[in-house]
């Protein structure tokens, strides 16, 4: 009763091209649980985007590799290539070296000419925006001090849309034309990546993010859709960051607020209802430092920024009801007077570095990651907060050796989230669900 | 260049097989990213795992289904089915009901009649352990009281194999055979699955369970495997639980350790080396009790199991060095006195409702879950604890509605992890990897 070997082959070959590899984290929304499934009526559909997976994710490649493990048969591999190649989209580079025997194959790769994604964040005191093309290269980058918390939403997506606007108009003189557009805020975002719920340090609330941005910019035909900065900037650093692919990444952003962002087996956390990696809020100390949120001793209101500021330099703080403004000069001045000594800093910085370590302990027990990346203003200020974080860690982590953790700083810093929400469009390829015109 | 009709079906259907549904959270391990990824180089075995997913999964469905939704031709279908009839895994229920025209399918589900899975907890103050067949559904199940943390490991091991020994003989007059056993511990274990890396309120440490167990069961033909505990019951519940299938949920044990348990769209969290889920020793109130891991304030520290005897019930507790042990009858007596209105015992339950309701909003914030499910002595003290941690989670929960999550206690009470245990060996039979001999 067994089967003949070209029949079962045929069905395991066909088998084996759905195992496509790890697939990036998805920030597309999707029913929880339906991780990764595809559900394409139109077959055609279904093998374009089979193989642009594959592409994506085994680049370069030849169309002989497609075919063998897409279990697609060569004519149809050949077809849908010659589609993709006139759409754009993907595109040959030649003939790969490491074949020795027989005519070199033609390799296959994404074509980074035409399209790009645009990732954008807005914060406290800065906008980011960065642009990659499918092969997430980046093409453009900006970042620019901008006093979002005082300007109010409406004026700060007027400017953001600005910064989109002639971020557009450069790709356009290089031909390149935007596909998606993702953008990180400090806050509680609603599940259909619309509007923010809730950013207390911008002083947002139930703010319609794409429909302003979208009336901002006229006429953009590509999918516009707003994220929480912490979730994007830990897809960033799994994607681009100095530990890209590591599969259990925590990631802290180092502001006003504190987020976080978690990458669990290579998938981004969000929960059920996308309200996920919310850590700046923690009760560190019973009766502590007053939180932006109204409670006391929150894990924000111990080693965010402002709090940072506040404790290390009170005379460039202002009143304590008063919003800090200028925070990158600041935070600068207090590296400065660290740098020289001031023992005040130190000890406060120091402090800060015992409250990061304690609150890092608990996502690292919860966790049990690879890493944790901290970003953000945490980078600058690093050589006195870490030194304290790592004995607080190693006092505070349940399993041996912290469980392999280890701490990292950002090498993406403030263009982390900007760099994740592009990268997170450039996803919405593997399900060919986006509008590439030819 | 558009495929023909059939050559394209051909390979939509087949690639259509391996989309299997969100399978079951594993709690075997594998290297991280390659989630439920097959590796096999056997046609037979990989086709065979096929069809015994698409079934255990799409139970009771027929042959054409099967043909149908995993791209495998009837022939193929047909002599695996036969094979998995012959080796007692699939057996044949009748015709569906539900067709109404033609001769009426015959359906497929496991068969439940032949292989059970083990599972098995030792915990501070009691063994538990449930049997199921291939199907899920509980076979026998047993619960005693037994002081481990006083008896030692090897005592406690050796109890341990007696109760399995006798379960495996009551099994085998039912003409059942175990096909592998999980240990539920509370406390880190190693990567591998063999052994306890520490298990601080049992006093094991470095403790080679699995050989221990292998030794004294003697002749065990089958994978045994350990696991923590609080990972087993969010297994338990996620498979069995009253809220069965939620995609995100948070488990609590309610024990002398506390420990967590996360379901993250389906899959039980275990982290880079599987020490994930500790939550017991979140630093929850500074200078608050001494806990057994030597820190102060611990979230276990103020309400475990202990905590709550020695605050509630200080006449019942002896001094605060030694160990308390008959848990079971004093956690009744609190329960007792707060029924009767005793206001310190009232008090002392309000207290420990707030403290979890603290913690628990700190894995509601980070972990947006459908529900968060507080299981062993929680349960029956769960009148007097539970108004107060609604209260507290209200006030410090971020996202509107908490997020959506509700609190809910465990149904599967003290068997919830023995109960995960089980269900994580019938998830071996996904891949096909058991020795099911015929």
Redesign the interface.
């Known amino acids: 009763?067994?089967?003949d070997g070209s029949?079962?082959?045929?069905?395991?070959s066909?088998?084996r091209?759905?195992?496509s590899p790890?697939p990036p984290p998805r920030t597309a929304r999707a029913t929880?649980?339906?991780?990764g499934?595809?559900d394409f009526t139109d077959?055609?559909e279904?093998?374009l985007a089979?193989v642009l997976r594959f592409v994506r994710h085994h680049t370069p490649c030849s169309r002989a590799e497609v075919a063998a493990q897409t279990?697609?048969?060569k004519a149809?591999v050949s077809?849908i290539v010659?589609?993709l190649i006139e759409r754009g989209i993907v595109e040959e580079i030649g003939a790969s070296e490491e074949r020795r025997i027989g005519r070199p194959a033609v390799m296959l790769t994404l074509d980074g000419r035409r399209f790009v994604a645009l990732g954008l964040e807005v914060n406290v005191d800065y906008l980011s925006a960065v642009a990659v093309d499918l092969g997430e290269r980046e093409v453009l980058s900006v970042h620019e001090p901008f006093p979002a918390a005082s300007a109010g939403p409406v004026a700060c997506v007027r400017r953001l849309a600005e910064l989109a606007r002639s971020m557009m108009a450069q790709l356009a003189d290089q031909s390149r034309r935007v596909i998606g557009m993702a953008v990180a805020v400090p806050g509680?975002v609603d599940l259909h990546g619309l509007a923010v719920?809730?950013a207390p340090n911008l002083g947002w609330r139930d703010f319609p993010v794409v429909d302003q941005l979208r009336a901002e910019l006229g006429d953009a035909d590509f999918p516009v859709s707003v994220e929480n900065d912490a979730n994007l900037a830990a897809v960033g650093e799994y994607r681009a960051g100095s530990l890209s692919h590591t599969?259990?990444l925590v990631y802290i952003t180092g502001e006003v607020g504190i987020g976080?962002g978690?990458i669990?087996?290579?998938?981004l956390?969000?929960?059920?209802?996308?309200?996920?990696?919310?850590?700046?809020?923690?009760?560190?100390?019973?009766g502590g430092p007053r939180c932006g949120?109204g409670?006391h001793g929150c894990f924000e209101a111990l080693v965010g920024t402002n709090a940072i500021i506040r404790a290390a330099v009170p005379d460039l703080a202002g009143d304590s009801d008063e919003l800090i403004t200028d925070l990158a000069p600041k935070v600068a001045e207090v590296a400065r007077r660290a740098a020289c000594g001031d023992r005040h800093v130190v000890d406060t910085l120091d402090r800060v570095g015992n409250w990061l370590g304690?609150s890092a302990?608990?996502?690292i027990?919860?966790?049990?990651?690879?890493a944790v990346i901290l970003g953000g203003y945490f980078v600058p200020l690093a050589t006195w907060i870490l030194p304290r974080t790592h004995r607080t860690l190693a006092a505070?982590v349940?399993?041996?050796k912290q469980?392999?953790?280890k701490v990292a700083l950002s090498t993406l810093g403030f263009t982390a989230a900007a760099r994740g929400g592009a990268a997170s469009i450039i996803d919405a390829i593997d399900t060919a669900r986006l509008p590439l015109p030819g």
Chains 1, 2 share one sequence.
């Open positions: 009763m067994r089967n029949n079962a082959a045929g069905e395991v066909a088998a091209g759905v195992r790890a929880p649980g339906s991780r499934a595809l077959v055609r279904t093998n089979v279990g697609l048969n149809t077809s010659t589609e509680l719920t809730e599969p259990n976080g978690f669990v087996d290579g998938s956390l969000r929960g059920s209802n996308g309200y996920g990696g919310e850590i700046g809020h923690m009760p560190m100390l019973l949120c409670r304690r302990a608990v996502l027990n919860i966790f049990n990651p690879d505070h349940i399993a041996p469980g392999g953790c």
